[in-house]
């Protein structure tokens, strides 16, 4: 093992035993060392990935308040702070908050921590040396050796000829403004605060949030891949055009397929290269850093070169003639001296030019027309500086794709147009140019702005070094491109400057020629610089997307994550390898700049927005010590961002903006949530405060009228949703629009429940995501269910932002207690949602609701329209139309006509109604006679005011209660011990009292909704069992529809009641009566229907009639399968007006 030591986070457990406190010192606050226990964690792992050691919940890697992980087992001693003693472990003493942020520390993301790997098993010990790279060296030149490269050396020269010196100036300007908006936005973003390893991502994504940090993110990969690409086929451009061009594999005699023989060709060369730089990044970064500098001093030496082949220029221009027929450009390609005819000794003889445009070398011989009618001139490429060329290079000199160079101003006579030009030495254009293009192929050459923020681990005081290193980085680049533009265009000639790949000078770069003292310097350092920017992006790119998937925003990409055991993220490298093919798969490097422009340009562009964002909101922690910044500079580097986006390409725009949309709305559907303090949070909470204060300006217009839910849930002992179908039924009725509040009431005192509530809202949650139920989840504990649900119903939502309908599932047994948890609270919810203006809905045989995967292939949804509500019984059935599970439903409308109304004409009245809501329905009049009451209406009543009564004399006080109770238990055992079988016995049915045993309190017959089948059964043996009113004979006259009650001998005045028909409340009579005949006629038509809407009837003002109320309500929807009772809100819901 060697000497070295790991840092470990050990979990110390201290146990106090009245005043005695197990001590833990920390004798050294610089370097801890701890016994590698069985909770050891590497303090290094844990810095980088704390939320795998803390308590599931995602935080940021901080030193700050509640980081309880690393010193959960250091307990407080003394007694001058004894106050805060109890809250240290969340809120740590300031001495240790200050000694935690002294050895804070960020670390290069996945290559420093781990280049030294473990030997042995015990732990090493290690001395962390603080990075000391300053602005220069960390910031400076990277950005420098990032944004010089390929395009300044290959295609800045061509720029300048295509586009003119004037049209070449604005193309950099705007391209160099907004890379240094971007960069003022992202030193405000990077000072604020401490950048950890990650960089620009990290800025982006904890700025933005982890949608638009992930989408954006991952387009600055791609651009940083599409890169690497571009840096390939430079290299191999480089090599195959200027350095070994005999090393091209794939030729052709045809100069038509000449261009598509080099695309072969790089397509070939660049999978090798990718494959051998692939390679050594994999097998080892530190040489790729190494070799940085290296690569950079080629960089600046090619530079310094061009500038000394400007100057050489003034007083000895260099030798590179270029040759013209008429003003058409010639390569020298057959022929070597740029003439018709030349003198050999004392005779005229024809050239090889001569013979290049002839048909053999007579003078008599059929030439090509326009070489006959043309002069042949030689002029010089490199007129120098101190000719006037520039004023012939100002303006642009755009051409289509096949066309001739032609040197402006030079005289032509121009042949007749059956002219072919095939097999003849002129320099053709490869690619039509325009100022846009041109824009997408310049802009990368200036994106190397990011490199220093992505060395933010490496650099000794970050806040200071990456505004000030990458400012002046832009400034040094700018100034180089701006006056390479202008000394271009003042020093080459307009024809070679169009000439991409040096035709006309023998094959040589045209920024080599002018360059001194070789063009090998420029050739040689371009290559090396292209193959350096390479390297570096295969070396970037893979610990970005490492970097992305540890994050676990994007679940697929988890696997990225993954690497070597010294951390080298090699599945992502794998990853970068593969899109970076594609890239040189397209083998064109004007084709694929566009596209990683792209990209950059929208990492740009999101940069900008989160410094403008955060600027806005004025966030308290946006605190930047970098101060030259405002909201407007960030404003105008987003627009120009994405006004250069369009520019460059619009479609490649619009498919850049699908991708990262797409990776957008992936995160948010499946990605994993995280809270990083984003300005989009902040973005959200304004708009929100602003739209809910405009939302109480005043009452919603019927118009705008949609069901704000606000669904009571019941849940069980184990805190779980006892009908999950109630959140079934909200999905389809609201299909994620509009507001949604799930509330619950738990029974007790919040501080000894409040771990119930947080297990509640959780599995609440859950549940709300399986039925995928969009809205807020709000749990209340209170003294009482009864006055929970009023609480809810009171405080619910904020601002306009309320709920306007209460949705509930009906108490099935509401007859085993007469507490609030039964019909009194739900009588009492009834009231409450009424005089709060609030709309009802109350589901009846919930659990036969159907799921959000079931669909009805058919059938009917009913609507009873008995009174007006307001137009919700309409609205309900057409909002649940546009779900999946009863699209295929049909509406059906009925309503009731009285003996007096005209039951046709009331048909099509109903029909023209809902025409002109738009609504298609089936109508149908129900004509409700006004017949007799029956007997089984006054059987029901009976039933039910003998358990009225009944009730009524069970509400004594606990202790009275108690007494009646154990006399009556005890006169009934004396009475079995003493006569077996000569007396009835008494059977109590359990009632929900309480403190009562159940053994004692069996005093009810009807214990549950499901007592209609057994009733018969129980009252199968008249002489074991003595009834309260009627006998056998009559439950088996009425169907078994009557509710049993229950009387004995032994239970004294309670059973003694029996009251007769004459002496029933006729207004009860009356209203079993109307539940009665409704119910007929509601059965007979809808029966077989999958759902079935009618008016709930609102509760007695006589509060003594609430529990008549419920049987009411029973009697009314008994027989039917699916049934939701709506109860309007007091107001109109729905309009026939446009």
Known sequence: ??????????????????????????????????????????????????????????????????????????????????????????????????????????????????????????????????????????????????????????????????????????????????????????????????????????????????????????????????????????????????????????????????????????????????????????????????????????????????????????????????????????????????????????????????????????FNATCDEYFELNNVTQIQGIPGIASKVIFDNIWSHYGTQGEMLEKHGLPSIPASETETNVGLPYVFSDIATYFTMLVGIYFPSVTGIMAGSNRSGDLKDAQKSIPTGTLLAIITTSFIYLSCIILFGACIEGVLLRDKFGESVNGNLVIGILAWPSPWVIVIGSFFSTCGAGLQSLTGAPRLMQAIARDGIVPFLRVFGHGKANGEPTWALLLTAGICEIGILIASLDSVAPILSMFFLMCYMFVNLACALQTLLRTPNWRPRFKYYHWTLSFLGMSLCLSLMFICSWYYALFAMLIAGCIYKYIEYRGAEKEWGDGIRGLSLNAAR?????????????????????????????????HPRLLSLTTQLKAGKGLTIVGSVLEGIFLERHSDVQNAEQNIKALMGTEKTKGFCHVVVSSNRRDGVSHLIQSSGLGGMKHNTVLVAWPELWRQSDGPAGWKGFVDMVRETTAAHQALLVTKNVDNFPTNQERFAGGTIDVWWIVHDGGLLMLLPFLLSQHKVWRKCKMRIFTVAQIDDNSIQMKKDLQLFL????????????????????????????????????????????????????????????????????????????????????????????????????????????????????????????????????????VRDIFNMKPEWGNLNQSNVRRMHTAVKLNEVVVNRSQDARLVLLNMPGPPKNRQGDENYMEFLEVLTEGLNRVLMVRGGGSEVITIYS
């Open 1 to 362: 093992m060697s000497q070295s030591q790991r840092f470990l986070v050990t979990t110390v457990r201290s146990q106090i035993d009245g005043h005695a406190i197990d001590e833990m010192q920390n004798k050294d606050s610089n370097c801890t060392s701890a016994a590698p226990e069985e909770s050891s964690v590497p303090i290094l792992e844990y810095l980088r990935e704390p939320n795998r050691y803390g308590d599931g919940v995602p935080k940021e890697s901080s030193p700050f308040i509640n980081s309880t992980d690393i010193d959960k087992g250091i307990l407080y001693e003394g007694k001058n702070l004894a106050l805060f003693e109890e809250e240290m472990d969340r809120n740590p003493m300031v001495s240790s908050l200050l000694n935690r942020l002294a050895n804070y520390t960020n670390l290069t993301q996945g290559v420093k921590e781990h280049e030294e790997a473990e030997n042995n098993d015990e732990p090493k010990k290690k001395e962390i040396k603080a990075p000391r790279m300053g602005t220069f060296i960390g910031v400076y030149l990277p950005c420098l050796q990032n944004i010089l490269g390929v395009i300044l050396f290959l295609r800045l020269t061509w720029i300048v000829g295509a586009a003119g010196i004037f049209g070449s100036f604005w193309i950099v300007f705007m391209c160099c403004a907004c890379t240094s908006l971007t960069a003022i936005s992202m030193s405000a973003i990077a000072t604020n605060g401490v950048v950890p390893a990650g960089g620009s991502y990290y800025m982006i994504s904890r700025s933005l949030g982890p949608e638009f940090g992930g989408a954006v993110g991952l387009c600055f990969y791609l651009g940083t891949t599409f890169a690497g690409a571009m840096y390939i086929l430079g290299t191999i451009e480089i090599l195959l055009t200027y350095i070994v061009p005999s090393a091209a594999i794939f030729k052709s005699e045809d100069p038509n397929k000449e261009s598509q023989a080099m695309l072969n060709n790089m397509r070939l060369y660049g999978t090798c290269t990718i494959t051998l730089m692939a390679t050594v990044v994999f097998v080892g970064v530190k040489y790729v850093n190494k070799l940085a500098l290296v690569f950079l001093a080629c960089v600046i030496l090619s530079i310094f070169s061009i500038y000394a082949g400007v100057i050489k220029s003034g007083f000895s221009p260099p030798d590179f003639p270029l040759c013209l027929l008429g003003n058409r450009t010639l390569a020298w390609k057959g022929f070597d001296k740029c003439a018709k005819i030349i003198i050999q000794g004392n005779q005229t003889v024809t050239s090889q030019l001569w013979k290049v445009f002839c048909q053999d070398s007579s």
């Open 690 to 722: 602003y739209a809910l204060l405009r939302l109480e300006d005043g009452p919603t217009h019927t118009k705008n009228w949609r069901p704000q839910l606000l669904i009571l849930l019941n849940l069980d002992p184990e805190q779980n949703v006892k």
């Open 915 to 1050: 025409y002109q809501l738009r609504l298609d329905a089936e109508v149908e009049v129900v004509e409700l006679l006004d017949n007799d009451i029956s007997a089984f209406t006054y059987e029901r009543t009976l039933v039910m005011e003998q358990r009225s009564q009944m009730l009524k004399q069970m509400q004594l006080s606990r202790n009275e209660r108690e007494r009646e109770i154990q006399s009556i238990t005890d006169e009934s055992r004396g009475a079995t011990i003493r006569k077996n079988s000569a007396r009835p016995s008494l059977e109590f049915q359990p009632m929900d009292l309480e403190d009562v045993p159940k053994e004692e309190a069996q005093l009810i017959h009807d214990k549950n909704a499901a007592a209609h089948s057994s009733a018969t059964d129980r009252l199968a043996v008249p002489s074991e069992r003595v009834h309260m009113t009627w006998t056998k004979e009559k439950i088996v006259a009425e169907k078994n529809k009557n509710k049993e009650s229950l009387s004995s001998e032994g």
